[in-house]
């Protein structure tokens, strides 16, 4: 059972254009959810993550857009770059358990 | 410097032998995981920790083992390896003290294992 699902599985955006991820869950335990950047042949690395009580966080050009009676959230990477070229994760967490569920992944390749 | 050193970067094993990989972290965080990465599989969760001497079964256990006897070290073992191409182990650590900060995981570089 997938419990974050995340789309699109690759993107392809031009220099200058947004780049926009989504992720949706079904658990309403969860509590925090964050995103995670990672490059080729290393390790993920936090990018931006918020809770459930606010529906937008900004830091830089990376938002995070949350729906909580829709259970989705999305990840939006404005005036994108080729250094944002990477994989990117959603995740969620419930805090009782310790455990990160992710996403599978979406592969944003963005041409100069 | 403060992080999560995992070790060894590469290694290549023959199938059916045992094959423990290191994770060591300074950043005194309470809980650590081992994770697995497939091409088009995401992040799959393998044990978790969240205290010395505790441990509990992810998604993917079976045919892994770890340990926890101190709290900056969970090392995992793959029990009889198994022929594969090549796949990405990554350990992580969250201090576990609440907040978003407390939740944030981090993630070491990670470790290829290959088995022939």
């Known amino acids: 059972q ?6 699109p599985q ?3 955006v031009q220099k200058g254009g947004i780049s926009i991820i989504n992720c949706a869950y079904e658990n309403t335990a969860f509590d925090y959810f964050p995103w995670y950047q990672q490059f080729p042949g290393k390790g993920p690395a936090l990018l931006i993550a918020i809770r459930p009580d606010v529906s937008e966080k900004k830091e830089g050009r990376f938002t995070i857009s949350f729906n909580k009676s829709a259970k989705q959230f999305s990840l939006h990477i404005m005036d994108s770059q080729p250094g944002d070229s990477a994989t990117y994760f959603c995740a969620a967490l419930s805090g009782s358990n310790y455990k990160l569920t ?3 992944g979406t592969l944003l390749t963005v041409n100069p | 410097d403060g992080g999560i050193t995992q070790s060894p970067k590469y290694l290549f094993r023959k199938e059916g032998q045992n094959v423990t990989l290191s994770c060591e972290q300074n950043l005194n965080h ?6 697995r990465q497939d091409p088009g599989q995401g992040l799959r969760l393998i044990y978790y920790s969240q205290i010395v001497n505790d441990f509990q079964k992810g998604d993917i256990a079976e045919g892994y083992s770890v340990s ?3 709290k900056e070290s969970f090392p995992l073992t793959v029990t009889s390896a198994q022929k594969n191409p090549t796949t990405f182990y990554l350990c992580a650590s969250q201090s576990g003290t609440g907040g978003i900060s407390g ?4 993630f070491g570089e990670g470790s290829w294992l290959t088995v022939v």
């Open chain 2, 68 to 70: 926890r006897e101190k």
């Open chain 1, 2 to 7: 997938q419990q974050v699902k995340q789309s």
């Open chain 2, 103 to 106: 939740n944030t995981i981090y």
């Open chain 1, 10 to 12: 690759s993107l392809i």
């Open chain 2, 30 to 35: 309470d809980a650590m995981y081992w994770y």
């Open chain 1, 102 to 104: 992710f996403g599978k």
